[in-house]
């Protein structure tokens, strides 16, 4: 069936794309209180199992260089079907997984399918709203996404808890079987100037380089990419820190996980609601401060005060609000002068933040076991580097009101 083509922003397509751009988010979330029960039904160790998250993102990071130029070239959609099929077939490997290391092959090609949302989704969002909105629109399909992260940790421990790690795979599965219906049936198409030199070889090489010597864009993805690493150390980390050390219960673990997030939803409120009256830079660069703040508490506290919750809590809240802030407004500032390669800057974008968050994961997983001060010093590092990075790359004379 040939699809129309996207004319406006309605509040259904904006619904649709939640749940396409947080079908990453819940791929990580939703199983978190398993792993320390996957390391033990695996019989391996917290390394292994966080190979998991971090093989994830690796897929996640280098499907997107694919998806962007496909997208520009055949459309948002048809790609995005593919991507929606694919996840599917991985999940139920996933969830059929007898091994550690078929888990972690799984756990890759899952990622490629995974990756289409958020890519694909951010492109939509630029081809719909505009440059101007997008930064609006985006930080409010964050905050709604922010409901997986939210609720699959909680959900995920009732799931591990009742019926098995397995079952968490189950829902995914199901999860991506409605979008793939939902996509096919109500998604129209918005790329209404495909490229069909999009997807050679030097092209795609030629577009790369653009983005990659414009230094703004620089500052503006390696704000976003060091936020969401901060992030996703912590998601990475927090299992092993949460129930190993401070003995939460999976159920628990997924209830104090969901408070964290709490901050990045209240991040995104304040983004969408702020953004025309202060502009994204002034938000980019007041977040990036509270995140760099509110990071080097944590170490501090994890440093100097005896073991306690609120000690890991409190300061992460803080740390997820202003990934609430930046996350949006950077994705959108970066985007803005694109309007003919959505896609392709999308991509690159979603590679650089995924590829710096797997790094972030890996050293976090490879010392958690050793102790849980990698956790907070992971996120320190991270929250210090985003008005850094931002500040020596982003001309001041490009922050807008």
Known sequence: MSARHLASPTLGLGALLTTLVALGPLSTDLYLPSLPTLATVFRTDAAQVQLTLSVFL???AVAQLAYGPLSDRFGRRPVMLGGLVVYFIASIACLLATGIEQLIAARFVQAVGACAGPVLGRAIVR??????????????VGGAMALAPLVGPALGGVLTVSFGWQANFVLLAVFSALQIAAVWFWLGESNRHPDPQATQIGRMFRNFAVFLVDRSYLGYVLALGLSYSALFSFISGSAFVLIGRHGLSPTAFGFCFGLVVAGYIT????AGGLVRRLGADRLILGGGILGALAGAAMWALDRWVPPHLAAVLTPMFFVTLSVGLVMPNAAARALAPYAKMAGAASALMGFLQMGIAALAGIFVGHGVGEGATVLPMTV??????VPLCYRLLVPRQTDQK
Not at 127 to 140: K, M, P, Q, S
Not at 267 to 270: A, L, M
Not at 380 to 385: G, K, V
């Open 127 to 140: 081809d719909v709203w505009g440059a101007v909105e997008a930064a609006r629109a985006l930080a409010y």
């Open 58 to 60: 690796a897929g996640f």
């Open 380 to 385: 320190a590092i991270c929250t210090l580097l």
């Open 267 to 270: 991040g995104t409120q304040i």
